[in-house]
């Protein structure tokens, strides 16, 4: 069965600060996607990414970028220079693989970054 | 364009009261989802909608939970009989349906039942 664990239950780091979440996950599926999805305090979840596993390219958006590795299963987000704006609870998903295409979630990594 | 919109934004409720909630998804999307989160925690899936028909209810904690889509658009999750275990902001998200497309959430509703 799907399963997503990220083990970062919270972190806390200072602005301008480098961080990075990880995320490993099981898929009984040879093809799939992940996810990442942000939840700021206000409580709604803003999506971040959508990586398909044949693309191991890592990816860069801005001070936001993603390691995904196959090998290992796992799909990490890093922030660079880390900013107020960016304390949140960030979540890591796989769909479900079976034809609802739901997401199972892991528990989520509170980030609060310090002025 | 307009995203998912989920109303109310926050219910008070007493015990063994019957609540609906509803959700708006972004229009075109044919599947629809709700999901659970509770204080602190991850999100559970409830249902899920592919046009008006509910292929799986799989998620829906007991009989007092129902949902029903119409239109192939709005969508209501009805709690009947509310407990407190039930107190939770509940979550709707949408997507074209296609496997691995992106589920876009609402804002949620906060359910307190007291």
């Known amino acids: 069965a799907q399963k997503v664990t990220q083990a970062q239950t919270e972190i806390s780091v200072v602005e301008k600060e480098d961080v990075t979440l990880d995320c490993v996950y099981e898929?009984?599926?040879?093809?799939?996607?992940l996810f990442w999805y942000k939840q700021p305090p206000s409580g709604e979840l803003v999506f971040l990414i959508r990586?398909?596993?044949?693309?191991?390219q890592n990816e860069i958006s801005g001070r936001y970028s993603w390691n995904f590795q196959k090998s290992t299963s796992s799909f990490n987000f890093t922030i660079t220079a880390s900013q107020v704006v960016d304390s949140a609870v960030y979540f890591c998903?796989?769909?479900?693989?079976?034809?609802?295409?739901?997401?199972?979630f892991g528990t989520g990594t509170l980030l609060a970054v310090q002025p | 364009g307009a995203g998912v919109s989920q109303s109310p934004s926050n219910k008070v409720t007493e015990k063994g009261k019957d609540v609906e909630l509803r959700c708006d998804p972004i229009?075109?999307?044919?599947?629809l989802y709700w999901y659970r989160q509770r204080l602190g925690q991850g999100l559970e899936f409830l249902i899920y909608?592919?046009?008006?028909?509910?292929?799986?209810k799989s998620g829906l904690p007991s009989d007092r939970f129902s949902a029903e889509r119409t239109g192939e658009s709005v969508s209501t999750l009805t709690i009947q009989r509310t407990q407190q275990e039930d107190s939770a902001v509940y979550l709707c998200?949408?997507?074209?349906?296609?496997?691995?497309?992106?589920?876009?959430f609402g804002p949620g509703t906060r359910l307190t039942v007291l």
């Open positions: 898929t009984r599926d040879t093809t799939y996607y």
């Open positions: 909608f592919q046009g008006n028909s509910a292929p799986d």
């Open positions: 990586r398909n596993s044949f693309d191991e």
């Open positions: 998903a796989v769909p479900d693989g079976g034809a609802t295409n739901k997401l199972i």
């Open positions: 229009s075109g999307h044919t599947a």
């Open positions: 998200a949408s997507s074209f349906g296609l496997a691995g497309d992106t589920q876009y």
